[in-house]
Structures are given as C-alpha cells and as structure tokens.
C-alpha cells in the first residue's frame, strides 16, 4: 500500500500564492505518476496537473495554465503544486493522486492511491 499526504492549504486572498504538498509513503515504487485534482463545493471532480517520475508534466488545464506548476523531488518521495494569481475560482479541495502506470492522466479511475485533500480557500 502506499500512503499520500497533502498539505499546505488554506484560506488567502486573491492575487496570493500558495504550494501545496504531497508526500508519499509506503510502498513508494508505485508512484510513477503523480498528479493534483481539485473539487469545489458542487462541481466534478478537475484534473490539474500531473508530473512522471523522470519529470515530464501534463499541463495544468487551462484555467490554471500559466499560474499553476507542477514539481516532484523523488528523493523526498513528494510532489509539489505551485499556485500563483490565486482566484476565488480556486477555490477547492486539491487531491494528491498516484498512478503506477498511466494512459490518461485526466481520467480519475486511472490512479491507485489518493489522499485525504487539502482545502484551497481563495477570498475576493
């Protein structure tokens, strides 16, 4: 099994920045793929942002594009999100995610392991 832990959400105001955290444990040989999805309150689930363990990145949707980076230090077993120009659109629930192979990134049932959320609160 293998573990995931988000951290580093909160409540900001327009315009900030914030990066979140996600670290891995466990059975850490799993993690191939790691990416970020984020929910608002009464919306589907969104793909975000996702990075391989050898660093190629799916780009941020576009909504997020340009503001929103992906990285991952493998030797810490944690990915890392990077969010600038924050809006109130953000706001959301963001999701670690961990795939050990991976087609489509976008496709929620395509990860293994998911952890518990960090919540995202972005004020006007």
């Known amino acids: 099994q293998l573990q995931l832990a988000e951290s580093g959400g909160a409540l900001v105001q327009a315009g900030a920045s914030l990066r979140l955290s996600c670290t891995a444990s466990?059975?850490?040989?799993?993690?191939?793929?790691m990416a970020w999805f984020r929910q608002a309150p009464g919306a589907e689930s969104e793909f975000v942002t996702g990075?391989?363990?050898?660093?190629?990145?799916?780009p941020a949707t576009d909504s997020m594009k340009g503001r929103f980076t992906v990285s991952r230090d493998n030797a810490k077993n944690t990915v890392y999100l990077q969010m600038n120009s924050l809006k109130p659109e953000d706001t959301a629930v963001y999701y670690c995610?961990?795939?050990?192979?991976?087609?489509?990134?976008?496709?929620?049932?395509?990860?293994?392991?998911w952890g518990q959320g960090t919540q995202v609160t972005v004020s006007s």
């Open positions: 995610a961990v795939a050990s192979i991976i087609d489509n990134p976008r496709r929620r049932d395509e990860y293994d392991f």
């Open positions: 466990g059975e850490t040989f799993r993690n191939n793929y």
């Open positions: 990075i391989t363990r050898k660093g190629t990145i799916t």
